[in-house]
């Protein structure tokens, strides 16, 4: 039985479409570094799954409203509205945040430096004393937490006790609403600090040894030398602590969390907790998502102003 002419010019076309597929294939793999998109394959497929969807997923939420139990409503530009009309909880979230980073980003740039300074110099035991401060950075965050929560305790806090000892009053270093931010603020401060100092020191490192020596040469006195050499050149690193710091204030969470759960009066209440509530206390996953977009995109202008008003092209 003859086969049908239809029939055998499909097949025909079928298998010259896999032979040109199969042809394309193998010059593409001869033309390019196969192990090398392998080795890159995991990491692709990381970013995708737990990065480029979920940035894509939560901007689809900024115009919806859902409580993860019923269907996504379609709301337009409602959460944005909200959010810059009628939220006045938000902008107090808003207001403590930056209250936090007033302290913290000058308290890290100094404690920063000058620790940075001390351990750059000829003293002894500096390898000990450099793992020192740097280990409560890789501390858990909520075991630092707890931790200064029974430091600042009114009653039986050991900084408290220290106090009652030389006669001066008890603090509520949690519980008045007019320091506990800056309570918070100090101890994110002491937390990150070896991170921070970490930074200094290889920016005191990578500053040429000659320049120090003809300075010298010149007369010119150590404090000269730290505000016209150091100071300048470690311009760049300092930026880096100034905007690292500000984008880990803005994600401001585990401390108030633990330690006040944004009390006393909203006083701690930052805006990624706030956050934290719309989303989980209440199920407002739309407007959750508003908000991390939001702050998202007034860290970004922040950052950029810093870079502006703050970066110097160093000099030798």
Same mark, same amino acid.
């Given at each position: 039985? &003859?086969?049908?002419? $239809?029939?055998?010019?499909?097949? /025909?076309? #079928?298998?010259?479409?896999?032979?040109?597929?199969?042809?394309?294939?193998?010059?593409?793999? %001869?033309?390019?570094?196969?192990?090398?998109?392998?080795?890159? =394959?995991?990491?692709?497929?990381?970013?995708?799954?737990?990065?480029?969807?979920?940035?894509?997923?939560?901007?689809?939420?900024?115009?919806?409203?859902?409580?993860?139990?019923?269907?996504?409503?379609?709301?337009?530009?409602?959460?944005?509205?909200?959010?810059? #009309?009628?939220?006045?909880?938000?902008?107090? $979230?808003?207001?403590?945040?930056?209250?936090?980073?007033? =302290?913290?980003?000058?308290?890290?740039?100094?404690? $920063?430096?000058?620790?940075?300074?001390?351990?750059?110099?000829?003293?002894?035991?500096? /390898?000990?004393? %450099?793992?020192?401060?740097?280990? @409560?950075?890789?501390?858990?965050?909520?075991?630092?937490?707890?931790?200064?929560?029974?430091?600042?305790?009114?009653?039986?806090?050991?900084?408290?006790?220290?106090?009652?000892?030389? /006669?001066?009053?008890?603090? /509520?270093?949690?519980?008045?609403?007019?320091?506990?931010?800056?309570?918070?603020?100090?101890?994110?401060?002491?937390?990150?600090?070896?991170?921070?100092?970490?930074?200094?020191?290889?920016?005191?490192?990578?500053? @040429?040894?000659?320049?120090?020596?003809?300075?010298?040469?010149?007369?010119?006195?150590? %404090?000269?030398?730290?505000?016209?050499?150091?100071? @300048?050149?470690?311009?760049?690193?300092?930026?880096? !602590?100034?905007?690292?710091?500000?984008?880990?204030?803005?994600?401001?969470?585990?401390?108030?969390?633990?330690?006040?759960?944004?009390?006393?009066?909203?006083?701690?209440?930052?805006? *990624?907790?706030?956050?934290?509530?719309?989303?989980?206390?209440?199920?407002?996953?739309?407007?959750?998502?508003?908000?991390?977009? !939001? #702050?998202? $995109?007034?860290?970004?202008?922040?950052?950029?102003?810093?870079? &502006? !008003?703050?970066? &110097?092209? @160093? *000099?030798?």
């Amino acid at each position: 039985m &003859r086969e049908h002419p $239809a029939f055998s010019s499909r097949e /025909g076309s #079928t298998l010259s479409i896999r032979r040109a597929w199969s042809l394309l294939w193998r010059k593409w793999v %001869r033309g390019h570094d196969t192990e090398g998109y392998l080795m890159v =394959l995991p990491y692709l497929l990381h970013f995708l799954v737990f990065t480029a969807f979920p940035l894509a997923f939560a901007f689809v939420l900024v115009f919806h409203n859902w409580n993860i139990v019923t269907p996504m409503q379609w709301v337009g530009l409602r959460n944005l509205q909200r959010l810059f #009309t009628r939220d006045a909880t938000f902008w107090l $979230a808003l207001g403590n945040t930056l209250r936090f980073l007033s =302290l913290h980003i000058p308290l890290q740039i100094a404690a $920063a430096l000058l620790l940075g300074v001390i351990l750059n110099g000829r003293i002894r035991f500096r /390898g000990f004393f %450099r793992s020192v401060f740097f280990m @409560p950075f890789v501390i858990s965050g909520t075991v630092v937490t707890i931790l200064w929560l029974h430091l600042y305790s009114t009653d039986a806090g050991i900084i408290n006790l220290l106090l009652t000892r030389v /006669g001066l009053p008890r603090v /509520g270093w949690l519980t008045d609403p007019d320091i506990a931010i800056y309570s918070i603020a100090v101890m994110a401060t002491w937390k990150n600090l070896g991170f921070y100092v970490v930074l200094v020191l290889a920016g005191l490192q990578s500053i @040429p040894g000659y320049l120090y020596e003809a300075a010298a040469l010149d007369g010119a006195s150590s %404090r000269q030398i730290f505000w016209k050499i150091t100071l @300048p050149l470690l311009n760049p690193i300092l930026l880096l !602590v100034v905007i690292l710091s500000t984008m880990g204030g803005f994600s401001l969470f585990i401390e108030p969390f633990v330690m006040t759960g944004g009390g006393p009066a909203d006083s701690t209440l930052s805006v *990624y907790l706030y956050l934290y509530k719309q989303a989980f206390n209440f199920l407002r996953m739309g407007y959750a998502a508003t908000i991390g977009f !939001v #702050t998202a $995109a007034m860290v970004l202008v922040v950052v950029l102003l810093q870079r &502006r !008003v703050l970066e &110097r092209e @160093p *000099y030798y």
